[in-house]
């Protein structure tokens, strides 16, 4: 089975500007979770999306959005970049069954806000 | 609030010799644990989930004890490898279907040949 992909690997934009990252999670899988990663911070959860309706979703500003496909796609969204926005996106993908299944990883898209 | 603390300065140590791992928690009450595995340039990948009920879970060199009295879960790759090397997370987790873990910071393991 192929693994989780997202896309764009590397992404530089500037202040103001907005982004849009993707994720295809493993076939048959139906939950995608979205992280932002940084080193004073570490992971931080942002929302989950279950059969195109967003389940879970952590602390972070309405400048973050997202949305879950049909095909369990799933795209997150930053408007309005700031600096602090720099960091490594990932997503993970899992059956939905249960909350303790085991996520698997993407590689993340490493976004530099200039 | 919520507090996760891993060993914050790299651990070192000999091939062959056994990596302790220490990951504490204050202000939550898990109801599971899990560590997980990150390279550079990669996502986590997942190794181990021990439960609030469990005191110690194995897999292959792997080994997790929780201790919920301490709040601490500590880690353990015996007969370590040079490719044992990366950093390693430990994220807690609530009861019910919710997937907001709480994440430790990592720490970075070094496996000398």
């Known amino acids: 089975k192929a693994g989780v992909t997202q896309t764009p690997r590397y992404l530089i934009k500037t202040r103001g500007q907005q982004v849009t990252l993707s994720c295809s999670p493993i076939s048959g899988h139906r939950s995608v979770s979205w992280y932002q990663q940084t080193p004073g911070q570490g992971l931080q959860f942002l929302f989950e999306?279950?059969?195109?309706?967003?389940?879970n979703k952590g602390n972070f500003p309405g400048r973050f959005s997202g949305r879950q496909f049909s095909n369990s796609r799933s795209e997150m969204n930053v408007s309005t970049l700031e600096l602090g926005d720099s960091a490594l996106y990932l997503c993970?993908?899992?059956?939905?069954?249960?909350?303790?299944?085991?996520?698997?990883f993407g590689p993340g898209t490493r976004l530099l806000v200039l | 609030s919520q507090k996760i603390e891993q060993n914050s300065e790299a651990l070192n140590i000999q091939e062959g010799k056994t990596a302790t791992l220490t990951c504490n928690y204050t202000?939550?009450?898990?109801?599971?644990l899990q560590w997980y595995r990150q390279d550079p340039g990669r996502g986590p990948v997942f190794l181990l989930l021990?439960?609030?009920n469990e005191k110690e879970k194995r897999k292959e060199r792997l080994k997790v004890t929780f201790d919920t009295t301490l709040k601490q879960s500590l880690f353990h790759i015996t007969a370590s490898q040079p490719a044992d090397s990366a950093t390693y997370l430990c994220?807690?987790?609530?009861?019910?279907?919710?997937?907001?873990?709480?994440w430790g910071l990592g720490t970075s393991l070094a496996v000398n040949p």
């Open positions: 021990i439960r609030e």
């Open positions: 993970a993908s899992s059956l939905g069954q249960q909350y303790q299944e085991t996520q698997y």
């Open positions: 994220a807690l987790g609530n009861a019910g279907n919710n997937r907001k873990l709480i």
């Open positions: 999306y279950f059969s195109e309706t967003q389940r």
């Open positions: 202000n939550y009450s898990p109801a599971y």
